[in-house]
Structure formats: structure tokens, C-alpha cells
């Protein structure tokens, strides 16, 4: 999570296993959330490097 200017004004970064995960997320989890009104999602489809712990 990251405050910005401009447009937006939250950016947030989440790894999910495929599309139909980030659809579930953003349904169930984002958007009930108080106070959202507009959402954008732009997907990393490839990441070459990460550091973080691997889920399964």
C-alpha cells in the first residue's frame, strides 16, 4: 500500500495465483470496502524477480 498523487490517491500491490483469484479478491475483499468508489487494476502477467515467501 502506497499513498500517491494525481488521479489515484492508494496504490496496492497483491499476488495472486491467477485471474480467477484477482477477480475473487477485488469482488470479496476490495470493493465491500467502505468508501471505495472506482478501482483500476493493471496486471504484472511476469515477474522476474521477487523477494517474499512462497505460499501454496
Given at each position: 500500500m502506497?499513498?500517491?498523487?494525481?488521479?489515484?490517491?492508494?496504490?496496492a500491490?497483491?499476488?495472486?495465483?491467477?485471474?480467477?483469484?484477482?477477480?475473487?479478491?477485488?469482488?470479496?475483499?476490495?470493493?465491500?470496502?467502505?468508501?471505495?468508489?472506482?478501482?483500476?487494476?493493471?496486471?504484472?502477467?511476469?515477474?522476474?524477480?521477487?523477494?517474499?515467501?512462497?505460499?501454496?
Open positions: 502506497a499513498a500517491t498523487t494525481g488521479p489515484t490517491n492508494l496504490m500491490g497483491v499476488t495472486c495465483r491467477d485471474t480467477r483469484d484477482l477477480y475473487r479478491y477485488l469482488t470479496e475483499r476490495v470493493a465491500p470496502l467502505q468508501g471505495v468508489r472506482e478501482l483500476e487494476t493493471a496486471p504484472v502477467i511476469r515477474t522476474v524477480k521477487r523477494v517474499g515467501t512462497l505460499l501454496s
